[in-house]
């Protein structure tokens, strides 16, 4: 079974530009997130969709960063203009929700998307 | 607030050697869930173990196992006989199940990075 599929792996940019950093997730999860890591801050979420719907964006650090998912199996997250402080690495993840407390699900993660902004 | 505290910041060890990594976290909530998850320099999250709760039976799987006690707000891991290959750096992380289900916002500890000699 495919995993989470993020793209790209690797991502080169000068400040100002607009980044878009695209997520597949596993078919059939119905939740997604979007995670952040940097040597400050650790790994912190960003953003999570259930259903394709954004449910908690409070991560979000500016207006800058968005993030939409149009369907199912996929989401993106954009940061328009781009800074070097954006500099990261940035995980999508998903999952499908337990059917009960104990049974719960496994979330994974993508192999992330490792922005530079110079 | 939910937190979660990786105390060791790295450990160094030889190989053979067992190494324990310790997660202390703070929730008010009664229901929530308990996570591994190793880094590898390659950089992707791998997924070691959930936890719920209500669970605190003790799990081991190969070299590795884990002792969960609500008395002192501790998931600690443990390395048997660790190798090589067991260098990362590995994070410890809460999520309550309040999000209809899912376990997915996940606070993460700011990691242990666990060096292996051989």
């Known amino acids: 079974d495919a995993g989470v599929i993020q793209s790209p792996r690797h991502e080169v940019t000068e400040m100002g530009q607009e980044v878009t950093l695209r997520c597949k997730p596993i078919?059939?999860?119905?939740?997604l997130f979007w995670y952040r890591q940097t040597m400050m801050r650790g790994l912190e979420l960003l953003i999570y969709f259930n259903n394709n719907v954004p449910i908690d964006d409070s991560g979000m650090p500016e207006d800058r960063f968005s993030a939409k998912m149009p369907n199912a199996s996929f989401s993106t997250l954009k940061i328009q203009p781009s800074e070097p402080r954006d500099s990261a690495v940035y995980f999508c993840?998903?999952?499908?929700?337990?059917?009960?407390?104990?049974?719960?699900?496994?979330?994974?993660f993508g192999e992330g998307s490792w922005l530079t902004v110079v | 607030a939910q937190k979660v505290t990786q105390a060791q910041t790295e450990i160094s060890v030889v190989e053979k050697e067992d190494v324990t990594l310790d997660c202390v976290y703070e929730?008010?909530?009664?229901?929530?869930?308990l996570f591994w998850y190793k880094q590898p320099p390659s950089g992707e999250l791998v997924f070691l173990i959930r936890?719920?709760?209500?669970?605190?039976q003790n799990e081991i799987s190969g070299r590795y196992s884990w002792n969960f006690q609500k008395s002192t707000s501790s998931f600690n891991f443990t390395i048997t006989a660790s190798q090589v290959v067991d260098s990362a750096v590995y994070f410890c992380a809460l999520s309550d199940a309040n999000y209809g289900g899912s376990q997915g916002n996940l606070i993460f500890g700011k990691g242990t990075k666990l060096s292996v000699k051989p």
């Open positions: 936890r719920n709760s209500f669970d605190e």
């Open positions: 078919s059939g999860h119905d939740y």
């Open positions: 929730t008010r909530d009664t229901t929530y869930y």
């Open positions: 993840a998903s999952n499908a929700a337990g059917q009960t407390f104990t049974s719960g699900n496994t979330i994974y």
